[in-house]
Structures are given as C-alpha cells and as structure tokens.
C-alpha cells in the first residue's frame, strides 16, 4: 500500500488542509499497516535485526555513559511499567526508551543504512517497545511499530540532496520523527494524533552535527536515543490532545524551508511495496560505517601475508571523501576517548594490524591510551578519492596499499563491507556477535531468547519475551 503521488506539494502553503500534508499521509500508512501485510522475507528480517539489537543491547547497558544515565534514573524516580534489556528492571516509559535506545546504540555496534544520510533504524525500537508495555499490545503490534522505523528513517536518509549531514545537522535530527510514528503504532494512535505527534517530534529536536566533528565525546551515541525518547514523548502528548505543526516536512519554516537542500518526497510513494528493511545492513565491527570496507581489507592484507604491525612501513588508504573527513582529520590521529577511537580510521586499523581483530574490547580507554598505539597509527594515512565518491551510495569502494619495511607493497580493494545487504551476516555470525556481547547471561539463557524471537510472531508473546532479556549470572 503506497502513500500515493506527493511530490508536488507546495513548499510554503500553510493554508491547505492538514490532510493534504506529508505527514499525514505517512500517518495514514502507518495507522493501516497491518500484519498481513508483511511478505515472509520482511517478518524473518525484523527477528534477525531485533537480535542483533539485543545483542548490541547486553553490551551497550554495561558502558560508563549507559550507567550514568542508569543512575540519574534511579534517583529521578517513576512508575516502573516498561523492561530494561540486560538488567531486566522496569523503569517509567519514557526513561525506558532512553534507556534501551541508548544500550543498543552505546557501542555503536548497531545496524547501519546510508544513502544521501546515515542513520541507525534500530535505534528507534525502543520506543514502540515501550508503547507496546504501556498499551498492552501483543509482541506483533510492536514488531509492526519497529518495521515502521525502519521503513520511514530509511526512506528519511534518502529524500534530502545534499544529505543534511552535509548541512551540519546530525541523522538524529531525522530519528525523532521515525520514533514517532514508530511508537504510535503500538499505542494505537488515530492518523490524526500521530500527525501531531510527529509534528511535536520533529519540531523540538533538530541535532547539531558537532556530536560527530573533532574529538568526540558520550553525545555522539547518546542524541538518537535522545530523539528516540522524544518520539515517545510526543506520542503521549498526542495521545492527550496535545498539538504539533502538520506542515513539519514541507511547509513554511519546515525542514524543506531551513535546510538548504533538495528534497525528493517521492521517495515514499513506494511505502508498502519496496520494503527498505531489506536494504539496511548490520555491523561487523563496532565502529562508525565507512571504516568497515577499510578495515576488511587491512586485516585481509596482514593474515594473507603473514604481516604483523612491525612488518609494515606505511598503509595508504583511498576512500570516500567524506570518510576522509570525518575519520581521518588531525583529532581522530590522537583519540583520547572511546567514541573518538571508533569514529577515528587510522586508530580502527591500527588495532586490526596489532591485534588482527577490531572488537568492543579495544576501544576501552586502557588500550585506546596505550602507547603502542602511538607507535603504529601514524603510518597510516588517508586520502580522499573523488571516483569513489560519484559511485557512493551504489558503492562503499576502498582501496588499501601496505607497504613492509622490506620493500613488498600488497593491495586490495573492495566495494562493500561485511554486513552490507549484498554481503549479510549469516545467522550465525549474527549469533557468534550476540554471545560474544550477551556476558553474564548463560548459554541456556541465550538459547532462549534465540528461540523466543524465532517464535515472537505467533506467540504475541511480548511480556514473555522480555522476561528472558535480562542477564542471569
């Protein structure tokens, strides 16, 4: 089912009736969007990325930044009515979204999707999960409100050209009004109350793009999830009458208005027949995207050839132009911190020449402040390619040169990273990546959260289900 043809909405036309609006008409697919609509493919597809994301999430809630949080909560107080993944408390709603978006977001280990914009579409699931705990809907009706984030953020990342993360705005800016469609599924929303909930998501939470420039810090993982509980929010306020702005996409003072860009919204006539879940891509290494393509070819070097870090001279790596600038300038040659490291290239290939391996573990502030990390990540140097550049987002190309101290040069070059949809993680790659960051919760434990998720769709078993997303050891 599409939204039908709206790509000649007038841009500044505040006096058409609310109906005629983008978003309304998202709201209205969102409001029909049923199970039976859900071909095999997709419905297999929301188990895997909600493993993924639980596994993401076991890891996430044991970082310094997701504990911090924990403990504002736990003195600010609230109703206990929604489940926090790893620790198996209940908190109060929005304070669970916050939560839960931030342990699957925390590592940045999560899935990825990026055309004109990246985003993270799970980061958006912990709000329908909660909506789902507070209305009392089945495990199907917040398995319908997570595929809506996929389908909208996606489609989202794709209609702005240039992509506003080159107009200096974060992604996040685009997740608060994912979140909120996604939560109003589950809560049962009128097409009208997640017209305004959207409107109120989207008008209060447009993010800076400076969480992701220079040294990075805790905010570089956290504004999604902070979108997130905005989305949430706004949905409640709906819910009580409350009113946002309908012309929040295309009208006077709208994204289309501020942002000095072109936007494409036909890009979501196809929602319901193009399902962008498809098309997402989960992580292999828990760091920002654009290095996975690099560091798959480095450590694909170094094992082929038997090179450990002190046989190589110099690495050359030619990549996107945006990866050069936002993985490679001065700050990230001397991370300090752990979002630093992972979001720094020459520090991510470092740690796959020293260790053959880029894990969650490296990025702990004891190696990332290791000296024989200075020894090495100068060697690396990063330029620019501008044909990479005109064949992205079809293509993720790179090209790694390493040259050994004894004269040899090796290359590589690839076109998409491990994980890419046309290059996925198996089912068991997706289950070796959520044991190795389920610890403390026992191989019976894990067995069966595996075997529940299989089954989510015919038991309904939401509160079931969560009861088994806690640690056990």
């Known amino acids: 089912m599409g939204v039908g043809s709206i790509s000649g909405i007038m841009a500044h036309d505040t006096d058409k009736p609310s109906t005629e609006y983008l978003s309304y008409q998202l709201a209205q697919w969102v409001k029909d969007l049923s199970w039976d609509d859900l071909p095999a493919e997709v419905v297999d597809e929301l188990r895997r990325y909600l493993l993924d994301s639980l596994g993401c999430a076991f890891g996430g809630s044991q970082t310094p930044d997701w504990i911090m949080v924990r403990d504002m909560i736990a003195e600010e107080g609230g109703s206990e009515k929604c489940t926090l993944f ?24 999560n899935d990825i999707y ?34 809506v984030a996929y389908e909208i953020q996606q489609r989202l990342c794709e209609v702005s050209f240039p992509g506003i993360r080159e107009l200096g705005w ?54 999604s999830p902070m979108a997130t509980r905005a ?23 709208s994204l289309l208005h501020v942002m000095d860009s072109e936007w494409k919204w036909e890009i979501f006539d196809d929602l319901g027949k193009d399902w962008r879940i498809l098309k997402c891509g989960m992580k292999f290494f828990p760091t920002e995207a654009l290095t996975h393509a690099p560091i798959s070819c480095t450590i694909s070097i170094c094992k082929d050839n038997d090179l450990s870090a002190d046989d190589i001279q110099e690495i050359r790596i030619k990549t996107l132009t945006k990866a050069a600038d ?22 991510c290939i470092t740690m796959g020449v020293l260790y053959g391996r880029v894990t969650p573990d490296l990025f702990d502030e004891d190696v990332v402040r290791d000296p024989r990390v200075l020894d090495h990540i100068d060697k690396i140097k990063v330029f620019a390619e501008p044909d990479f550049e005109a064949a992205f987002p079809k293509v993720q190309r790179c090209h790694v040169a390493v040259d050994t ?28 990546k959520f044991d190795a960051l389920a610890v403390g919760v026992s191989d019976a434990r894990r067995q069966a959260i595996w075997d529940a998720a299989a089954k989510l769709p015919e038991t309904n078993d939401l509160a079931g289900f969560l009861n088994l997303c806690s640690r056990d050891q």
């Open 86 to 109: 790893g620790e198996g408390a209940k908190v109060a709603p929005i304070q669970a979204a916050f939560l839960n978006a931030l342990s699957v977001r925390a590592q940045d280990y």
């Open 114 to 147: 990026w055309q004109q914009d990246p985003c993270h579409p799970s980061d958006c699931l912990s709000a329908p999960l909660a909506g789902a705990e507070v209305s009392g809907a089945g495990a199907r009706d917040f398995l319908l409100g997570m595929l």
């Open 170 to 223: 974060h992604h996040a800016t685009l997740t608060a009004f994912a979140a909120a469609y996604a939560a109003g599924k589950p809560l049962g929303l009128s097409t009208e109350q997640l017209q305004h909930a959207v409107g109120i998501a989207g008008a209060a939470n447009c993010t800076l793009g400076a969480v992701t420039a220079g040294h990075l810090t805790m905010m570089k993982n956290t504004v």
């Open 231 to 253: 989305g949430l929010e706004a949905c409640f306020l709906a819910q009580r009458g409350f009113s946002g702005p309908a012309h929040i996409f295309e009208g006077k003072e």
């Open 326 to 347: 936002i993985l490679s300038d001065p700050a990230k040659y001397r991370p300090t911190t752990r979002e630093s490291a992972d979001h720094s290239l020459p520090y």
């Open 405 to 432: 101290v004894d004269g040899r040069t090796f290359e590589k070059q690839i076109d998409w990273p491990k994980g890419d949809p046309r290059d996925p993680l198996s089912d068991e790659e997706i289950r070796a």
